[in-house]
């Protein structure tokens, strides 16, 4: 595999997804491989390169997971312990779950939370804390450990619980614990520190044009569950320790590599979701080809970050792209690419079955979360997916959102079974499945790992 055929399929894929910048880093058996292209603005254009800084969304856990097993050898927490053994004051919508909930429930996603609330409590070391202070405005999807579903708030709790064991700021903490040991220079959760160097700008692509968005990130109390900025070459470096035997780039050593493994263990089983098979701590767990994989993506503000490692085959591969709708779809294109030709690893998705009106009908209507409602609509001959932001809270807000996925085709997988994919669109390839009440009627349906509940039957 030639640098020069990397660059091509990089070039080819960003301009067929409309991505105006994309920087790729791949480690693959000893080898450190990157490629780039575009700008980092359509606006004030710098070139992409392997240290160019993206924003990686929900990418960031991963450092709060890592940091909480580094904290969890040197004795300082506690997995099974429950949360209120760090933060005895914390009030959740309902006390049973406040007082069960427990570290391991945060960091597979089965603490039954809700998936957002983007709370903003401003840019001051109290951010977090005055957020944490206001979660029992969240709703409580289920019971601890009765399922997972994806919660960003679920990971800024655990920024908090950080931040009380070490007596300090989440961002020094983690600084501390992973970035400065592990030579991860350009990597930070702060804008004030990437704006000295060169940093991508999230874009939006409409067919009227493509804008910059207003705003680089998330807000503070966001950083633990997706407020961090890295490049290729740190996220390369990144893989490479988690590869290792938990050394820092001194030589070091400041976790085990037993740790570091078991972060890639299953500890909880995820049904018919394109993210994986499971997840790990904090991981999701995914069996490609016949090969064990594990990794994360996340978006932010127009920018979009993937990241998968193959431990059997020595190699992983991290792509940060720079628009919306474009960018997901993007980097999924070029690490399938990447893994068939490097390992030759075929990462294909499932075709749907032929529509079926009355399977439809038990689907059709209205699915919420938080903050967006899902639509399943059937078109006669195909059944249709819209993802959009609620219109009150895009309303009411005074910050750039995430833009909305308009209807595209999905399908049942199967002639029976509730799974399902989406076939086209920005989300393309997202598999799920509707859920039953005990009655056998559908009452939610996942997707993205999140469990969005049906607020509306029929048309």
Do not use: K, M
């Given at each position: 595999m030639t640098a020069n055929e990397l660059h091509q399929i990089v070039a080819k894929t960003a301009a067929e997804y409309a991505v105006p910048g994309i920087a790729v880093g791949i480690?693959?058996?000893?080898?450190?491989?990157?490629?780039?292209?575009?700008?980092?603005?359509?606006?004030?254009?710098?070139?992409?390169?392997?240290?160019?800084?993206?924003?990686?969304?929900s990418t960031s856990k991963t450092f709060t997971a890592t940091a909480l097993v580094i904290l969890a050898e040197q004795g300082k927490v506690d997995f099974d312990a429950p949360v209120r053994r760090y933060l005895p004051d914390l009030k959740l919508a309902d006390e049973e779950t406040a007082a069960a909930i427990t570290i391991g429930n945060l960091l597979n996603h089965t603490a039954g939370f809700d998936t957002w609330m983007l709370l903003d409590t401003g840019d001051g070391d109290d951010a977090l804390a005055t957020y944490v202070d206001h979660l029992d405005e969240l709703t409580l999807i289920a019971g601890p450990g009765?399922?997972?579903?994806?919660?960003?708030?679920?990971?800024?709790?655990?920024?908090?619980?950080?931040?009380?064991?070490t007596g300090k700021t989440y961002e020094r903490a983690v600084a501390e614990l992973l970035f400065e040991p592990l030579g991860l220079e350009n990597t930070t959760f702060f804008a004030a520190e990437a704006m000295t160097r060169k940093f991508s700008l999230g874009h939006s692509v409409t067919d009227d044009g493509t804008t910059v968005s207003p705003k680089w990130k998330l807000h503070r109390a966001q950083n633990a569950g997706g407020g961090g900025a890295s490049t290729a070459a740190d996220l390369v470096r990144w893989a490479r320790f988690h590869l290792g035997d938990g050394r820092a780039a001194s030589g070091e050593r400041i976790v085990s590599a037993e740790a570091l493994q078991a972060m890639r263990r299953q500890t909880v089983e995820l049904h018919g979701?394109?993210?994986?098979?499971?997840?790990?701590?904090?991981?999701?767990?995914?069996?490609?080809?016949?090969a064990a994989t594990f990794g994360h993506g996340g978006s932010s503000h127009g920018q979009f970050a993937d990241f998968i490692v193959v431990p059997e085959h020595d190699f992983a591969i991290a792509v940060t792209t720079n628009a919306e709708p474009g960018g997901t779809p993007c980097n999924q294109a070029v690490i399938r690419w990447a893994l068939e030709h490097y390992l030759g690893l075929v990462d294909r998705d499932p075709e749907p079955v032929a529509h079926d009106a009355e399977r439809a009908a038990e689907i059709v209507g209205d699915y919420e979360v938080d903050m967006m409602t899902v639509s399943i609509v059937d078109e006669d001959d195909h059944l249709t997916l819209a993802a959009r932001i609620k219109p009150e809270l895009r309303a009411a807000s005074d910050e750039a959102m995430p833009a909305d996925c308009e209807p595209a085709h999905m399908g049942f997988l199967a002639e029976d079974g509730d799974d399902y994919i989406v076939t086209a669109g920005?989300?393309?390839?997202?598999?799920?499945?509707?859920?039953?009440?005990?009655?056998?009627?559908?009452?939610?349906?996942?997707l993205a790992g999140r469990n969005f509940r049906r607020v509306r039957a029929g048309v």
């Open positions: 480690w693959h058996q000893g080898r450190e491989i990157y490629s780039s292209h575009g700008v980092t603005s359509v606006a004030n254009p710098l070139p992409i390169d392997q240290d160019t800084i993206f924003t990686l969304g009765e399922r997972a579903s994806y919660s960003q708030a679920g990971f800024n709790l655990l920024g908090r619980v950080i931040e009380v064991v979701s394109s993210i994986g098979d499971g997840f790990g701590i904090c991981w999701f767990l995914r069996e490609i080809d016949g920005p989300l393309q390839g997202q598999r799920g499945y509707f859920t039953r009440d005990e009655h056998g009627v559908v009452n939610g349906i996942d």
